[in-house]
Nanobody, 125 residues
Framework: EAQLVESGGGLVQAGGSLTLSCVAS????????IGWFRQVAGKEREGVSC????????DYTDAVKGRFTISSDSAKKTVYLQMNNLKPEGTATYYC??????????????????WGKGTLVTVST
């Protein structure tokens, strides 16, 4: 029943911007930490950013700090990832995730309860 549906991926030039969206359903959105992982081809998925279920405080992996911004809209049950100054190493499938209930953080591959199917972001040189 729980679903996370991503959108917004696509092709963008290095230095450009994209905004990803993820619409949640089938669970209590506000009670779950929500965020984004990404997977570069041939590599393990890694956490990108997360919003706490407790207070929606943000966490970012160092690689995206200062360039990406995570936000959410409780009424729309949607989480966003604004990605600025994209770099080729950002080429990956980006997955929306939810962890909870009441998780302070997204705790990693084995901690996530729900995964979206992913949306592909390709950053060209």
């Amino acid at each position: 029943e729980a679903q996370l549906v991503e959108s917004g991926g696509g092709l963008v030039q290095a230095g450009g911007s994209l905004t990803l969206s993820c619409v949640a359903s089938g669970f209590t959105f506000d009670d779950y930490a929500i965020g984004w992982f990404r997977q570069v081809a041939g590599k393990e998925r890694e956490g990108v950013s997360c919003l706490s279920a407790i207070d929606r405080d943000t966490d970012y992996t160092d690689a995206v700090k200062g360039r990406f911004t995570i936000s959410s809209d409780s009424a729309k049950k949607t989480v966003y990832l604004q990605m600025n100054n994209l770099k080729p190493e950002g080429t990956a499938t980006y997955y929306c995730v939810a962890e909870g209930p009441y998780a302070h953080d997204c705790h990693g591959e084995n901690g996530v309860d729900y995964w979206g199917k992913g949306t592909l972001v390709t950053v060209s040189t």
